[in-house]
């Protein structure tokens, strides 16, 4: 499923000064705007107009702001506003990568919600954290293989790749990612929230999938959260919301879930909890549907 156009949401006016992305494979892009529009050449830019030319050249990529700025003035001089969305529309379907100044690594951009961005998402939203520090996002988990899955996932989907680590106090790995464009692409367009997850629920974009691509987030999000009992599979959440909307999906399966809680809160600070669990015939049901998924994730980054 296509993603619509989102470079105006990883633009961000305080940190721009410092930080701003850098986009690649523009360059006839801003050629065609210099020489369609005359009055370009009369206009004082917040950057040197010579800046123009390296761009037309190829020889620096386009400051996100930079872009916006040819393209918001583009608008106010012309009478076409459709021309305005076309452009940054082509912009968009144009940019070979993203990358900060001063940084070698070029991210690749993601147009279409695949199968492994799906069961990304999902394990983002159950064991993902995104802290502000550095644009990190970390994972924790006691199966090194998952984790080792989800890096891979992150080379396929983003051209960025993180670090393994054992966990300073738990028996159990720690993947850190540190990408400011992931962790904007999570927050910003996934809906992944940064740091404590409260009242989480399946993103709109996820929403707007057809089912078989639901299901990856599904597994993702099951993969991250689920436990395992003799009787019994569960997934507990703080948020009603999520477990609500995992329950349609996976309902159109034909595999029964039912829903626990609230449980708690059994200390100070604590929220409820809710519980959505299957039983042993639902489970088996489950985990057809769970180890083709992961098959299939497992073939397109091995």
């Known amino acids: 499923m296509k ?38 050449r009369s206009i004082k830019p917040p950057f040197s107009p010579r800046s123009i030319y390296f761009w037309i050249n190829g020889e620096r990529p386009v400051p ?8 918001n003035y583009w608008k106010k001089h012309t009478s076409n506003n459709s ?27 993601p147009r279409h919600v695949t199968k492994e961005l799906s069961y990304l ?52 790995y720690r993947l850190e990612i540190t990408s400011k464009f992931c962790f904007y692409f999570l927050n910003r367009i996934c809906e992944v ?18 089912h078989g691509l639901q299901l990856y987030f599904l597994v993702g999000f099951f993969e991250a959260e689920g436990e395992y009992g003799n009787y019994f599979y569960s997934v507990t959440q703080h948020s009603i919301v999520i477990l609500k909307d995992l ?15 609230p449980y708690g809160p059994y200390r100070e600070g604590e929220s409820q909890k809710w519980i959505l669990g299957m039983n042993v015939e639902n489970y088996q049901k489950y985990m057809q549907l769970r180890n083709s998924c992961i098959l299939s994730i497992k073939k397109s980054c091995y």
Do not use: W
């Open 247 to 261: 329950a349609k999906i996976v309902d159109k399966e034909r595999i029964r879930t039912k829903l626990y809680g």
């Open 193 to 210: 929230p940064i740091g404590r997850k409260k009242d989480l629920r399946v993103s709109e974009l996820i929403k707007k999938c057809p």
């Open 83 to 109: 021309s305005h969305t076309t452009m940054l529309n082509r912009c968009f379907l144009s940019i070979s990568g993203i990358s900060l100044p001063g940084h070698s690594r070029v991210a690749k951009i």
């Open 3 to 40: 993603i619509q156009n989102y470079l105006e949401k990883l633009f961000d006016k305080e940190l721009e000064k410092r930080s701003s992305f850098q986009l690649h494979g523009l360059s006839h892009l801003i050629k065609n705007i210099k020489d369609d529009f005359s009055p370009l």
């Open 121 to 172: 998402l999902g394990y983002t939203m159950g064991d993902g954290c995104l802290s502000k520090n550095k644009y990190k996002i970390q994972y924790n988990d006691a199966d090194l293989k998952k984790l080792v899955l989800i890096n891979r996932l992150y080379g396929e989907i983003f051209n960025v790749e993180g670090k393994i680590k054992k966990h300073p106090q738990k028996k159990m």
């Open 64 to 71: 996100l702001q930079n872009l916006l700025y040819l393209l």
